[in-house]
């Protein structure tokens, strides 16, 4: 069923506004983006399970992790219900090849140092804290609901980017180097949060969603208080990493998503 | 709580009570069915024995993650990623509720972790197996912590207060780890042939650690054949029990498990790998196959590849964070009022 | 070094509001370097189901303590001064202790 769609070049579609209750591609197409970050991001947090530093943290990315495999499946089903083929969010998410994903190039870097999960996690955060607050207030009754839900649960994982940011950047003279250097490494793959196609202006004009491009001064604002707090300095990276919208994605990815759909692949027609 | 603190209004009284009187007191109170706190005088045999129990309970938590949290990036839906994630941040939050109990006791969690992490104390040798397929996952949640219930029910009345307490917080969320782990067996057991093979296989490689391991050695004559080892370990129960630390044998409670589990495994359309396992008329129990105990005793060991692992694997992730830790309070103490920790 | 420990430095009790009306009980303690790392460790620890109200987080060493069992005179009089107790006095359904039930 999963042949590469080249998610560039959607023609243009369906009229938007209002509640969609039939296809709708170009909401789909965006719908999956986001729960595509979701998943990713939650897939490498579930990799420092029982890796933590404390217990308490292997707690604490666990809670975060479940709600991103949440906001994925709210996200998934729901495209799956507008993108005309009637698949489920396992489908989407266990059955497209790693072309197919869309997710951001942040969501799937490899998780380095503690202080680079950190890193991801601030700019990660502080967007998604933007992204559903805005969108709590969609023309789509659905899609504003679930901003309602996954904002207050965001703004609880920005607190712990936040803290650990801070305490970080302010801890010890390696954990200050260990954090400058994650927000170096991290910094050039938080541009393409904030990339839009001709897709999500319309639908952000529509009212559907929220247009990213327009959250990312609020954004660096956010971001910059917490990094001065923390002692240190807000990157000007000189490259800004692109391609995981259209499905171009790092050489980590593949095995990242084999074995994300490995067990699954494994049993073909298998019920779970 | 942490350690008990004296308080100044006792240091001073002219007759402190002598250790007769306060034991016949304690006595009393194990007597009456009372619970002790933290703050009761207590026998130090009573205290030592509770610091291991809740120890070794503690880090069979901790070191439980592994095998089930290796499976968390290859759960084979979303939903049952959502659930194993669930499950494996319950075993974090019950070795932590632990951790606290043994606390109460004097004792400190990054102690006790160092005695686990050098070998002086260890986690239950159950999670020494490796979980080789997803259908291990379901398997674990039946199979062991189904055991583990039956084991840490009478748990929460147990004559400490902390640890009862910490019990029945445990207790409460494990039933929700059994009924998940029947869910995922029975959806394996009405999938494909091959999905109902992995779960046979799972299931003839967890029942053996979940039926001798998750209960300790035989402490009955019902135990098996090996007397020295039935009585050695019905002496330690005894006093566990005369103190109210536990309320019943290991082999009443093995019984009481597979009593429960047979009928769950004939639902399922699973077997279980034991033929002497039958109904007995006459005892009102399962009949099966007492655990042959010295064969079992080279998975309790410390040289076999997966005890090794698993202690690694957790030495890994404290190493690789003492940089974090070291961090965090650096931060606290440049922030805070004093965050040196009162012993 | 201490602070490779896990679990240092300090240990905070922790209260919970799980409804409204009830008042904040003591559920456990957390480990954390600060105030802000406690509250945080003990909602991921304590809160995963339900909805509480509140959570208190308290640095174990500042609370003063007193208990029953440390023959202290804290305790001693509570038990003895029956007066203060409702079941001291008739109830109001009787006339006295020698009275008769209202029918």
Redesign the interface.
Known sequence: MSTTRDVTAVPPGSPPGGPPSAADPDLARHLTCLGDDALVLAQRLCQWITRAPTIDEDLALSNIALDLIGHARTLLSRAGRLDGTGRSEDDLAYTRSEREFTNTLLTELPNGDFAVTVARQLAYTHYAVLHYQTLAHSADPELAAFGVRAAKEVAFHRLHADRWTVTLGRGTPESTRRMQRALERVWPYTGELFEEDDVARRLAASGTVPSPAALHDTWLARVTEVVTEAGLAVPAPTWSATGGRSGLHTEEFGPLIAELQSVRRQFPGGTW | ??AP?T?P??ED?ATA?DEEELLA?FDALIADGETI?P???MPDGYRRMLVRQIAQHAHSE?IG??PE??W???????????VL??K???E??H???L???A?TLGV???DL??ALHHGRQRASATFNHPALT?ADTGAIAWLTDGAAVINQAPLCRTSYG?YA??MRRVCQ?EAFHVRQGYDLMR??C???S??RE?AQDAVNRWWLPAVALMFGPPDTEAGGADARTAALGAAVSRRAMAWGIKRHTNDELRQRFVDTCVPQAERLGLTLPDPAIRWNEERGHYDFTPVDWDTYRRALGDDTHWARQRIA??L???E?????????????A???EP????A | MSAAREGAPASWEVFLRARRGLAHQHVGSVRAAGPDAALAAARDLYTRRGEPLSLWVVRSDALHTASPDERDPYFAGARHKPYRYPEHYAPLTEKGPEGEHHA
């Open positions: 709580m942490t603190t308080n209004a006792t009284s009570p007191h706190e703050r009761d005088w901790i993650m592994q949290g290796a968390l990036t290859r759960a084979p839906s979303l939903h049952r990623k959502s994630l669930a494996v941040q319950d974090a939050g070795g932590l509720y951790y606290s109990a606390e400190d969690r990054a972790l160092d997803w902390p307490r910490a969320e959806a394996l009405e999938g494909t091959e999905q992995m694997h957790r890994a992730a404290h690789d964070g003492a940089w974090v830790r070291e961090a965090a309070v650096a931060y606290a440049r922030t805070d965050a040196g920790a009162a």
